[in-house]
């Protein structure tokens, strides 16, 4: 029978949420890596055991854990408890927690500055990982997008990691700056009909496509109109917060910008607004049904200064026809009094017959819904603040 | 000689250690010289205390011993004699700041 396990990242570790494919009865495990803030926690679609977490501290930098036997057991890979980090001949061996900029000459030249707050010059300084993605052939492959804005990979299961420079050295990295959150790649899109597709986006750089495997890269914004910019419509500087697609249309793509829900029919050449009828185009999360390549969902936020839902009603938003027709979706959701916020990472679905959909809160929330949106029940209410969730469909 | 040294808690878990943890050492121990051994012994440790490239002090890490806070000496500054003997343990501090 199939099941679901729902990976969620908080503020103060992650937890497992399992159920069968009913999808009411749920067991919780965890907290794994207590006191910790997870970014992220993404499984492999080619081996579903494995998942990767980023594990995050302002004391003590970057940690990334994977398990091999579905979050029963986690190892940093390539640096078991007991190891020398030297290999034979003193070569250094895997080290799953260092992510070092590419500053070479051939490859790393241009990648030293980025615009800061105050308009100055700043050099990029590695923070933290935001977002984890596997590739979708390969389990040993698995991308990482970090703070300051950089896309690494892995492909020895994340015990080394390399920096796919090509992407802060395409020419308009000096330009990007920080959003509030920090200068964060956060968004990592894997096209399953064409390996060499990536797509990324930064806050505040905007979104970004690579056609050959991460090795080149190009700015993918235009049609985008932020107006807190000096150039509205540059080809640089937007605050993107997320981008889905659907498996069977790859070229389709949704955004939930910073303001603006956008949708591109061209691989991100040109965005058009479908925000539509929406109660507010602010918001974190988008989404994209299983089986339903024009369903979409959205989780409409205030705006940038109030980060909560309009009236303190919890609500998620649906269109079937790709956009622009927006469907409030409220049965099982908060009526009143609800002031939280779902942000970029926290929303998900699976796979089954009847799509479900997840997503969890900083209140602390993970609410699901098994049939595509229409009614919702909370799995958990009082777990620390959600940064992520992610879902995998099991056999 | 052996070093007793003493992690802050979220590092003894990533460690897999209880309480303080020993290393030993072949010549007069420093900061530098005992981080060396510390990230030798639990590699997992690396990047967790000092940064991977620079390594600069973790700013919200300081390091004590013998009452004394030694997180602005140079990293190559004998360890006190405490130290050495084992009969003092070097701590490793989180700052108690944030929420």
């Known amino acids: 029978m199939s099941k679901v396990r729902v990976l969620v990242g908080t503020k103060k570790g992650a937890f497992i949420l399992t159920a069968d494919g009913k999808r009411q009865n749920w067991e919780v495990a965890g907290p794994f890596f207590t006191g910790w803030e997870i970014y992220h926690v993404k499984g492999s679609s080619v081996d579903p055991n494995r998942i990767f977490a980023s594990q995050t501290s302002g004391w003590f930098g970057q940690v990334i854990q994977r398990s091999d036997d579905g979050g029963k057991t986690w190892t940093q890979p390539g640096t078991p408890p007991g190891e020398s980090t030297t290999g034979p001949g003193g070569m250094p061996k895997g080290e799953s927690n260092k992510f070092v900029y590419d500053t070479s000459d051939k490859t790393g030249k241009p990648l030293t500055t980025h615009q800061f707050y105050d308009g100055t010059q700043h050099p990029w300084e590695f923070k933290r990982v935001w977002h984890l993605e596997p590739s979708l052939n390969d389990p040993d492959t698995v991308y990482a997008g970090v703070e300051d804005a950089a896309l690494f990979r892995s492909t020895d299961g994340g015990k080394s990691w390399h920096e796919l420079s090509g992407l802060r050295g395409h020419g308009t990295g000096p330009r990007w700056q920080p959003g509030a959150g920090g200068m964060c790649l956060h968004t990592i899109v894997l096209d399953p009909k064409n390996q060499g597709r990536i797509y990324i986006a930064i806050s505040a750089a905007g979104a970004f496509r690579s056609d050959d495997g991460g090795a080149t890269w190009r700015p993918i914004n235009k049609g985008l109109h932020s107006q807190y910019i000096p150039d509205p419509n540059a080809e640089v500087g937007h605050c993107v917060h997320r981008i889905a697609l659907h498996g069977s249309r790859p070229d389709v793509l949704f955004m939930q910008k910073h303001w603006d829900v956008m949708r591109s029919d061209d691989g991100g050449n040109l965005w058009k607004e479908v925000s539509g009828n929406l109660p507010t185009d602010f918001g974190f999360v988008i989404d994209v049904h299983a089986h339903e390549p024009e369903t979409v969902y959205v989780v409409p936020i205030k705006s940038d200064g109030e980060h909560f839902p309009m009236d303190g009603k919890l609500r998620v938003y649906r269109s079937r026809t790709g956009g622009n027709e927006w469907q409030e979706l409220s049965k099982g959701l908060p009526e009143r009094n609800c002031y939280v916020n779902v942000l970029r990472d926290a929303m998900a679905v699976d796979k089954l017959d009847s799509c479900g959909i997840y997503f969890g809160t900083t209140g602390g929330q993970v609410y699901a819904s098994a049939d595509s949106g229409d009614t919702w029940a909370p799995i958990v209410r009082d777990l620390p603040a959600v940064l992520s969730v992610e879902v995998q469909t099991l056999q | ?99």
């Open chain 2, 1 to 99: 000689m052996t070093i007793r040294v003493l992690l802050p808690p979220h590092l003894r878990t990533l460690a897999h250690v209880n309480g303080e943890l020993q290393l030993g050492m072949n010549a007069q121990p420093t900061i530098r010289s005992v981080l060396d051994a510390l990230e030798a012994a639990y590699p997992m440790l690396c990047g967790t205390i000092r940064d991977h490239v620079t390594q600069q002090r973790r700013p919200f890490l300081r390091f004590f011993a013998c009452g004394e806070d030694l997180s602005h000496e140079s990293p190559d500054t004998p360890l006190p004699a405490a130290i050495a003997e084992g009969t003092e343990p070097l701590l490793i501090v989180g700052a108690i700041a944030g929420g």
